[in-house]
DNA sequence: TACATCTTGGAGTGTCCGCTCCAGTTCTGC
DNA sequence: GCAGAACTGGAGCGGACACTCCAAGATGTA
């Protein structure tokens, strides 16, 4: 929509200013008035550049997913444990898009168009993480992968929740238990 | 707030229009409007018997935790199996309450006065669950006995979270997955 | 029965929201 | 340096929201 190099610039202050209140006051507290307030820009300018509200929140939550990728170039080059350091990092560090992510997740869970977007990116995730344990583990099969993949990423999510509800949780130590234990499961199993 | 027959009647009318509300329409979509006219009252009679809208929907949620609680009599005779199926059921049941749960669970991150609620729930379930462990594994230590109910109830609520999200999803299969897999965890390990 | 207290409905209040509209201005290509 | 398209701010719209107010009626008590 914007062509101009005026408009490309105003377009930046915007994502911007939705950035810095995403991080300050969450998805919900997100308003069209905050953001151009914030942004120094009238209503009229941002639906100009943006079809919604929405149109903005999600171009940034896609940005910072994307920066924050360990390994953007797909070498392949990141192990397992990489990965789930990176998983922490990104939920217990000074980036607050865990905490928008997670928010939208919730919102998905009603939200049919909120839903698809996350899990679009959900499964991209696995797919890394189960390219990490066949490459720890060649002998693995596809699905068995996947199925670890899932497992890890499912339980860094939650441990992850829980981190950003409760500050004293240790969330480093805890996802670190995942690694021998997902390393040791590959088939579901009966212990009762 | 209610003491006559009527009183409590019209409470209860309440509470179940808002707990049909929130399974149909999700957190965001349940509004006064919406609460009164399913039960049939007044806002002037809900606000006689609710301090505020909120107030309908925790109770509501509290009750319907309470609710699946397998052992409510803390008998302290379930199995770590039973509590992993009977989360997945609770996920994946017919009752709605774990996608209201998550969803409270999201709003905890930027709201603290919701975040105190979610975590003393979530508090006394890794209790119930870490009482397992140490019932399947004495020699267990407490707090070993704690981290491995903290990772296998924060993988849980992951898995939970992609199940509800994505209704292919088998979370009963990757629930098990975890059960020995967090058998053979105990502490924090490098592997790499 | 007498009467204090509780309950009732719903019109109304104040507030906030996303978004539209548009007249005026700025920008860029030619 | 002109034409036309892009950009601008902000008043204001329509509607949703949680909540208040209160007169009238129902209820329980002595």
Redo the contacts between chains.
């Keep these: 929509m914007a062509r101009y190099r005026v408009g490309l610039e105003t377009r930046e202050r915007i994502l911007s200013a939705t950035r810095r209140l995403l991080a300050e006051?969450?998805?919900?507290?997100v308003t069209l008035k905050a953001i151009t307030a914030n942004a120094r820009v009238g209503a009229g300018s941002f639906y100009n550049l943006f079809d919604s509200k929405d149109d903005a929140v999600f171009e940034v939550v896609r940005e910072a997913i994307e920066a924050v990728d360990p390994d953007p170039a797909g070498a392949g080059t990141d192990?397992?444990?990489?990965l789930v350091d990176a998983f922490v990092a990104f939920m217990t560090g000074s980036s607050p898009i865990a905490?928008i992510y997670?928010?939208l997740?919730?919102?998905?869970?009603?939200?049919p168009a909120i839903?698809s977007r996350?899990?679009r990116s959900?499964r991209r995730r696995v797919e890394r993480f189960a390219d990490a344990c066949r490459r720890e583990d060649p002998s693995l099969g596809e699905g068995e992968a996947i199925?670890?993949a899932?497992?890890i990423?499912?339980?860094?999510?939650?441990?992850g929740?829980?981190a950003?509800?409760?500050p004293g949780?240790d969330m480093r130590?805890?996802a670190?238990?995942?690694?021998?234990?997902?390393?040791?499961?590959g088939h579901?199993?009966?212990?009762?």
Tied chains: 1, 2.
């Design positions: 006051v969450g998805i919900e507290g192990s397992l444990e990489d905490r997670l928010q997740a919730g919102r998905g869970l009603t939200d839903a996350v899990l959900h199925s670890r899932e497992v990423l499912g339980a860094l999510t939650g441990l929740m829980t950003l509800v409760d949780f130590y805890h670190r238990l995942l690694l021998p234990a997902a390393a040791g499961a579901p199993t009966r212990t009762g």
